[in-house]
């Protein structure tokens, strides 16, 4: 199984569509965050398609890498993301969608796909406030 989505002409208004800079397989990433606190909630994979269906339905359209096929988030799990805003960074090779969460937005079933697995914090350690959670910061 490949990991590209299919290639067709883009669907997306010109102006937009030729500033992006997609991958070798024609996905950007598409990072989605809580468009209230900031939380950053998961990570998808979109093509031209996808952003188009994210832009005119108000709901966040991924392509799978693994399924090789749109979903929309929510439509099984109803855990649904309605999007608020959606921005492309500098270099217009990934995309940020702030959205408003219902119920969990990983797979799983946590809330986001980043607070099971943290590798660095810099939250005090101690009572006393002494450490800073870095590897070697005491040294």
Do not use: N
């Amino acid at each position: 199984m490949t990991s590209s989505s299919p290639r067709r002409p883009s669907p997306l208004a010109p102006e937009i569509a030729d500033r992006l800079k997609r991958g070798a397989d024609g996905l950007l990433p598409a990072i989605a965050q809580q468009y209230d606190t900031g939380e950053v909630l998961m990570l998808g994979w979109m093509d031209d398609e996808a952003l188009h269906r994210t832009l005119t339905t108000g709901r966040c359209t991924y392509w799978s890498r693994s399924r090789q096929e749109y979903w929309v988030k929510g439509d099984t799990s109803g855990h649904f993301q309605w999007v608020k805003s959606v921005a492309l960074d500098c270099d217009a090779d990934t995309v940020l969608v702030k959205v408003d969460q219902v119920g969990a937005a990983c797979h799983t079933g946590a809330r986001t796909c980043f607070d099971a697995d943290v590798l660095l914090t810099d939250e005090a350690d101690g009572a006393d406030g002494t450490g800073s959670g870095a590897p070697g910061a005491d040294q």
